[in-house]
């Protein structure tokens, strides 16, 4: 319907245009009984279009410029002024055919709402396995799920262990286990091994039908925006027509009357308000930001409050490697090591995490031999020929004695919300991996450009758990969190927010998302890799995996939305003066409606301004992309060497003396040939490039600040450790070098970090190409 709409307004511009050039020059060779003709011939198909929209206008109760548009194209054809209604016919046409393109642009991307769904099911019948389609799932069948597919009912597992990923559901990032006889919803992804569950419900009364409803639901509930023109056509409309009837009155001339309507024809609104929003949807796309329609960008124009999920939004939304904890005497990579090297057997994503993690570190894993996993537990083989075990803390401990450290460690999981995989080798608990859903890179600075953008309340929403949720709100400055939401408790925060009269937007990437999504007044979906529920529900969809994105496109529909404004004021108080002239008897229609044409020409020229706006918050330069590739490879490479600082200041107390001057020495000479090395390079070959990147006066002074920092307290424990007695240090010298270690671990962390989100904003400058501001660039060193 779409598409014929849109052929049809081509039709009709394509035709009045050349009957409008046909009729000039049937005009200019003296014919004039051609003329009129020709112009007939392109004007009634355009009267009888805008006739039909009047109409169906008129049967929704609202009055829209078309009215007008109806009665000087009419008013010209009745009283024989072919030439205006030609100009007239072509002005609007051209309107409806720019319109049209706006909206057939924004949605050409979108594909089927349930992309993601499983339409078949593997259903067990008569001893034998058939694939059969979804809605032929009762309850009580047994059915298999493969590795890589989603559950297609709600059920629970019959046998083996289901390793699911519920991000798209609850927001979760970490996989779950599922044993015999637990619950399984639909919609999760089988993260592990194949295995065999009930069904407890048809597919419609399932977990994600049930999501789909409530987007359905949420969907007609929302209003359409009306058009800003529509809006301004309610004063408009009645007055230009009462003051055409009053020239026509006061003169007894119906011509006068005619020349006031044509031009009273609001042209900056007909064509400078859609090429306006053309303008702000084609800026937005060329920035990875599809915003599906005029109505979208206005809304988000008008955004202040903004709702944004945690997971895959503000986070990574998968676990990455965050602290490792080595008994005395051990080192940390090699507990890595030696966990990725069993890993490496296993297809569990929390394994894959660790292998990927000990790779980015250079650690050189061995191939493993003779290995026994228990699914959703933990492996165990043989790696170099020494016994290891890998997995939960349970499933470690019952093979190996317990750790005095295993207590502590597991206390922080719990405060950090983070995964725990335990490693033991030849019978000893040698240390524990931490793996967490790190905070991305980018959205520290997405939100202060937000905030700048004019977003007054951020509101975070997650199925996670409050205490998770509430560390990580705390960490970006969100003004509200809450914790432990399931979909219909993102769709009623959103609810409430719109009943208290703001203007909201809701950011999201999985289904569960989808439901508030679509009753935002904005709906902002992650689609570089969301779900497709999410980007269907969504007004906005970033194509590319920055949420800093939204920030830009802020910036151009509020940008789009003033100069639209603009345009408006600007044309119409032309057009009210134009309107005086023709009442008084000094423009004639032709000369009006080529007056009016002018102004057109004037209107959305200042409408492509949209095209040239500077968005705020982008540097204009950029550093090369191979450049930012090594930078952020470099602070890969220095993971390993920043994770002994704290390792070696949390052993310190464990040890000897002799055994704590060793630890001591070994890692001043990591700081001072990896750590200080790199810091002194920085400073005098990377900033300097950077500062002509950012331009002004001194944009660089903080980290110029923190390189001082990390130098004097490399050089201080250089000196501590020089210093040291043949004996090894006694406990007050433990706790001034435990004091140094963990303010300069503090300190490098914390400047890494800052680092990592400048490169990700100079790899991404003004004059930088979508491509390679698109790509996904590694987050910063992990502990």
Request: charged share 20%; net charge neutral; hydrophobic share 50%.
């Amino acid at each position: 319907m779409g598409n014929t709409r849109r052929l049809l307004d081509l039709s009709l511009l394509a035709l009045a245009a050349t009957s409008l050039a046909a009729g000039l020059g049937a005009i200019w060779l003296g014919r004039a009984d051609w003329a009129a003709g020709l112009l007939l011939a392109g004007t009634v198909p355009v009267l009888l279009a805008v006739l039909i929209d009047s109409l169906a206008s008129l049967l929704r109760r609202e009055v829209g410029l078309d009215i007008l548009a109806l009665l000087s194209i009419g008013g010209a054809l009745a009283l024989g002024e072919h030439v205006a209604a030609g100009v007239v016919g072509v002005m609007l046409s051209g309107g409806r055919a720019l319109e049209g393109y706006a909206e057939a642009r924004a949605r050409r991307e979108m594909s089927a709402l349930l992309a993601r769904v499983p339409r078949t099911a593997s259903r067990y019948a008569e001893g034998q396995l058939a694939a059969v389609p979804l809605d032929q799932v009762a309850a009580g069948d047994r059915l298999l799920v493969r590795a890589g597919e989603a559950v297609p009912v709600d059920g629970v597992v019959l046998e083996g262990a289901a390793v699911l990923d519920e991000s798209a559901l609850t927001g979760e990032p970490i996989p779950v286990t599922r044993g015999p006889g637990e619950a399984v919803r639909s919609g999760a992804v089988n993260a592990g091994a194949p295995f065999d569950m009930q069904a407890r419900a048809s597919a419609a009364a399932s977990t994600f039908a049930g999501i789909v409803r409530l987007v359905q639901e949420a969907q007609s509930a929302k209003a359409p925006a009306a058009r800003l023109a529509d809006r301004a056509a309610l004063v408009f409309t009645p007055l230009a027509i009462g003051l055409a009837g009053a020239a026509w009155a006061w003169s007894g001339d119906p011509v006068r009357g005619l020349a006031v309507l044509v031009v009273a024809t609001p042209c900056p609104l007909i064509l400078g308000v859609p090429v306006a929003i053309v303008s702000g949807l084609s800026r937005c796309a060329g920035r990875g930001v599809l915003v599906k329609g005029g109505g979208a960008l206005e809304a988000l124009a008008r955004v202040r409050t903004l709702f944004i999920d945690k997971t895959g939004t503000l986070t990574a939304g998968q676990a990455r490697l965050a602290g490792i904890e080595a008994a005395p005497g051990v080192l940390p990579d090699e507990v890595l090591r030696l966990g990725a090297s069993l890993d490496q057997s296993s297809q569990h994503s929390i394994a894959q995490a660790l292998v990927t993690a000990a790779r980015a570190r250079g650690l050189a894993l061995a191939l493993p031999s003779a290995v026994e996993e228990q699914p959703g537990a933990g492996l165990t083989g043989l790696v170099e020929g020494r016994p290891v075990s890998v997995g939960s803390h349970a499933y470690v401990a019952a093979r190996v004695p317990e750790a005095d450290w295993t207590g502590r460690f597991l206390r922080r999981m719990g405060y950090e919300g983070a995964a725990g995989v335990f490693v033991a080798a030849e019978g000893r608990m040698l240390g524990a991996i931490l793996l967490a859903d790190e905070i991305r890179p980018d959205s520290p600075r997405a939100l202060r450009l937000l905030r700048q953008a004019g977003i007054t309340r951020v509101v975070m929403l997650t199925g996670d758990r409050r205490d998770v949720a509430e560390t990580i709100g705390l960490a970006l400055g969100v003004d509200e969190v809450r914790a432990e939401q399931q979909p219909q408790d993102k769709l009623a925060a959103i609810a409430a927010a719109r009943q208290a009269g703001e203007t909201c937007a809701m950011v999201g990437d999985g289904v569960n998302d989808a439901p508030a999504l679509a009753a935002a007044d904005v709906g902002v979906a992650m689609g570089a890799r969301g779900s497709g529920a999410s980007s269907e529900a969504g007004d906005v969809v970033l194509l590319v995996d920055r949420l800093d994105r939204l920030a830009e496109a802020l910036a151009v529909a509020q940008g789009t939305r003033r100069i639209a404004l603009q345009t408006v004021a600007v044309g119409m108080g032309l057009s009210a003066l134009a309107m005086v002239a023709a009442a008084l008897g000094f423009l004639p229609p032709v000369t009006g409606a080529l007056l009016q044409e002018a102004i057109d020409v004037a209107a959305i020229l200042n409408a492509l301004r949209v095209l040239r706006l500077r968005i705020p918050g982008r540097p204009r330069a950029a550093l090369p992309a191979a450049e930012v590739a090594r930078l952020q490879a470099e602070h890969q490479r220095l993971a390993a060497p920043l994770s002994r600082l704290r390792a070696v200041a949390d052993q310190l107390a464990t040890l000897s003396p002799r055994e704590a001057a060793a630890a001591l020495a070994g890692v001043e000479e990591v700081v001072r040939e990896h750590l200080l090395r790199h810091e002194r390079e920085d400073g005098l070959q990377l900033y300097p490039a950077v500062e002509r990147a950012l331009g002004g006066g001194d944009p660089m002074a903080a980290m110029h600040r923190a390189h001082r920092e990390v130098q004097q307290l490399g050089a201080l424990l250089t000196r501590m450790t020089a210093d040291l007695p043949a004996e090894g240090p006694g406990p007050s010298e433990m706790n001034d070098f435990r004091r140094v270690l963990y303010g300069l671990d503090a300190v490098l962390r914390l400047h890494f970090a800052q680092e990592d989100e400048l490169y990700h904003s100079l790899a991404d400058s003004e004059h930088a190409g979508p491509r390679a501001a698109g790509q996904r660039q590694p987050g910063r060193p992990s502990p």
